[in-house]
């Protein structure tokens, strides 16, 4: 007796047939689609993310691979262009007028020939090589881009604490384009400094010779700081430094230093900042949101560790046993 195939069709008001195959009803149709269009839904925009968060990685690294090679190409970062405010009649300072071609030079001049560079752009013209007009910082504000290093960061202008004071002019950024794509804001500082000697504190600004706000996709989105927008900072005018911190966290409780390291290294690939990236992201305060004071892993001594206070711009030293909460950056 031979074998035969029953297949029972749903909707077929359980008769048995004996086809190979049965159809499906439109209803199980839309039903299907219409579940996998949800399970789409809610899997995609975090698919899409983690590409997309990948994508910025590996270009961030690639650009600050090329960068730290330029920079440390460069004999020196300093004295570049010209940067002078004239003094009006009646004594006035700042005077309306003022000659600044201190970033612009630096590029045209000194990172061209290291650098491979598409074109440059003046504080007027930012747009022209791709930079927005507005930015979402990393805790969700919403600013207009800096033009000019008082927009940025008001205490690189003029700062002080204690003894310690330090003022220059307000200069105009200038941008770039890379052969890559990336659009590459530029601050610069003619006057910075080398690092200093000693265990003293000493102000942050003088030694920030470069400040690079870099855009990984040009004007498209989401132009927010820490995702296609970030920083690269030159310290020091001479045996320069190149950091590129990418913050991970802000904690929300405030932690002495061994308990800030734990903090940051629970959180998976994180840690607390070195002396210079801290540094760095005091310079950028107004775009990461939300930084205070860092500690830092730079050790002082047995019972000391480098602490950044942005509000004033300085470097300083405390006790570890001081709590300050976490600023915690990725590996």
Same mark, same amino acid.
């Given at each position: 007796m031979k074998k035969l195939n029953v297949l029972i069709c749903a909707g077929g008001g359980g008769t048995a047939l004996s086809r190979s195959s049965c159809a499906f009803t439109m209803a199980e149709i839309l039903l299907s689609l219409t579940i996998i269009g949800v399970v789409a839904a809610i899997t995609l925009p975090s698919l899409t993310g983690n590409i997309n968060e990948r994508t910025w990685n590996t270009q961030r690294k690639a650009l600050y691979a090329r960068f730290s090679q330029a920079i440390a190409l460069m004999p020196s970062l300093n004295g570049y262009g010209t940067l002078t405010e004239a003094v009006s009649a009646s004594g006035e300072t700042p005077a309306k007028e003022a000659v600044d071609t201190a970033a612009e030079t630096f590029v045209t001049e000194g990172l061209a020939k290291v650098l491979k560079i598409n074109n440059i752009c003046d504080s007027q013209h930012l747009a022209d090589c791709g930079i927005t007009n507005k930015l979402t910082t990393s805790n969700g504000s919403v600013i207009s881009f800096p033009t000019d290093w008082k927009e940025l960061n008001t205490s690189m202008v003029s700062a002080s604490y204690d003894v310690w004071s330090h003022s220059m002019i307000n200069a105009k950024a200038a941008a770039f384009e890379t052969q890559n794509g990336e659009s590459v804001a530029v601050f610069y500082n003619p006057t910075c400094s080398s690092r200093p000697l000693g265990t003293n504190g000493y102000m942050v600004s003088p030694l920030v010779c470069v400040n690079f706000v870099y855009d990984l996709n040009g004007s498209k989105g989401p132009n927010t700081y820490g995702k296609d927008i970030g920083s690269i900072v030159a310290l020091y005018s001479s045996d320069s430094q190149v950091v590129a911190p990418v913050v991970s966290n802000i904690g929300s409780t405030a932690l002495d230093y061994n308990a800030a390291t734990l903090y940051c290294r629970s959180l998976g690939d994180s840690r607390l900042t070195t002396r210079e990236e801290a540094m760095a992201l005091s310079v950028n305060r107004?775009?990461?949101? =939300? #930084?205070?004071? %860092? !500690?830092?892993?730079? #050790? !002082?001594?047995? $019972? =000391?560790? !480098?602490? #950044?206070?942005? $509000?004033?711009? %300085?470097?300083g030293y405390l006790p570890k046993s001081r709590t300050i909460k976490p600023v915690c950056v990725k590996r």
């Open positions: 107004s775009l990461v949101g =939300g #930084i205070g004071t %860092m !500690v830092t892993t730079t #050790i !002082v001594n047995s $019972n =000391g560790t !480098v602490h #950044i206070d942005p $509000n004033c711009a %300085m470097v």
